[in-house]
């Protein structure tokens, strides 16, 4: 009896977690981001023009206008389109239960493995649907305000607690509302993208079979001496998901692999906070909500508030595609005259400091061998990592 009361204490305390990072963040997540007209804007890799050169003409009509207006319209919708369409993982409740724990949210703590799920899925996306691809329901996300997502955080809380006591538990996987790209006019491109889409996003559910789900990278991480509820540092995370992409034995994901180096335009870049607590979505369903795995809006961040600590991801389609991304990239460094030290390095050969070797025959049946624990118990929050 006392374990149960000890139990709903902490599910008590979780909802209140939720409620606060809910409230923390969710201003900062829903107040307007405004670009320079002056500055183009990159988005991984792509570049946007917010104005142009092009001189005012005359619609067939007679009237004026400023065809600068229509170009610079249409770009914002296509930067949009393509911000949305990125994944975002973001901190969960009432999830089933972690393993060894009675957490059912990740509010507070997992917001680094959640930044690394969304690198990870990135190279995913890249890898199977090609740097192109866009959501097709992108542009009709809801773009709610602040307010009501603030409002909207005060009566949920409400809710939970009222159901807390009362033994109920909420509804969950509610859907936004809104007109979706009818599906009977998708080409067969556009359903086999979608499905991979699903995938994809079904490969970082909430669940204890997910391959790179929370359940599955704690799990990891406990054979290292992490538990559920501990902060994880970026170095460590990239281990867990090169660990997870490795142990994974669903057939699309063979040849792939997470290599970790260790030690290795604007003032502002443009994220995705994870910090926001969403409700969990059971992706075991067909046609589960799509809504919350894609940010409405971007957010910018000045360089000089961006935490130290942090890893550095590159996708690279084949070793030929590696050697060419090392080439430029080590040319861009070295023509840097500003910073004495550049921010990373590429060599030739490897570190066998941070050389992981595993053994085919494990008799423990542990993930990690012993020289593998060794050094990620002692992997530094400040590490940098290259993914």
């Excluded at 599906?183 to 556009?190: I, P």
């Excluded at 809504?291 to 961040?301: A, D, I, L, V």
């Excluded at 008799?363 to 400040?382: A, M, Y």
Aim: proline share 4%.
């Amino acid at each position: 009896m006392e374990a149960t009361g000890t139990d709903e204490v902490e599910k008590i305390k979780s909802k209140f977690m939720s409620a606060w990072h809910n409230m923390k963040y969710s201003w900062v997540l829903k107040t307007k981001t405004y670009f320079s007209r002056n500055s183009p804007v990159f988005l991984l890799g792509k570049c946007y023009h917010f104005k142009t050169d092009e001189p005012r003409e005359m619609s067939p009509n007679g009237s004026n206008y400023d065809i600068n207006d229509e170009i610079i319209s249409r770009n914002v919708e296509e930067f949009r389109k393509d911000f949305i369409s990125r994944i975002w993982l973001t901190y969960r409740e009432e999830f089933p239960q972690i393993k060894g724990s009675a957490l059912t949210t990740d509010c507070g703590w997992g917001c680094t493995l959640r930044t690394g799920q969304m690198l990870l899925a990135q190279g995913l996306i890249v890898h199977f649907l090609g740097r192109d691809w866009t959501w097709p329901d992108a542009l009709v996300i809801e773009n709610l305000d602040s307010e009501s997502w603030a409002s909207h955080t005060v009566k949920k809380l409400t809710s939970s607690l009222e159901a807390s006591f009362t033994g109920e538990r909420e509804c969950k996987n509610q859907s936004i509302h809104h007109k979706k790209v009818p599906k009977d006019v998708w080409g067969n491109r556009e359903i086999k993208d979608e499905h991979c889409h699903r995938k994809i996003i079904s490969w970082f559910g909430d669940s204890p079979l997910a391959n790179f789900g929370l359940h599955r990278l704690i799990e990891y991480g406990n054979k290292s001496g992490k538990i559920a509820g501990d902060w994880y540092g970026p170095a460590v995370v990239a281990h867990l998901l090169r660990k997870a992409v490795e142990e994974s034995r669903d057939p699309e994901l063979q040849g792939i692999t997470v290599y970790v180096a260790q030690d290795c335009t604007d003032d502002s870049l443009i994220y995705m906070d994870p910090h926001y607590c969403q409700s969990f979505v059971d992706v075991s369903i067909k046609d589960f909500p799509l809504e919350s795995f894609h940010c409405p809006s971007p957010k910018k961040m000045s360089f000089k508030k961006m935490d130290p600590s942090c890893t550095i991801g590159l996708y690279c389609q084949n070793v030929q595609d590696f050697e060419r991304a090392s080439e430029e990239i080590t040319k861009i460094l070295k023509s840097s005259s500003k910073e004495k030290y550049p921010l990373f390095t590429f060599v030739n050969g490897h570190s066998r400091d941070y050389d992981f070797v595993m053994s085919p025959v494990r008799e423990d049946r542990t993930l990690f061998s012993e020289d593998e624990n060794k050094k990620l118990k002692h992997f530094s929050t400040e590490d940098f990592v290259l993914l």
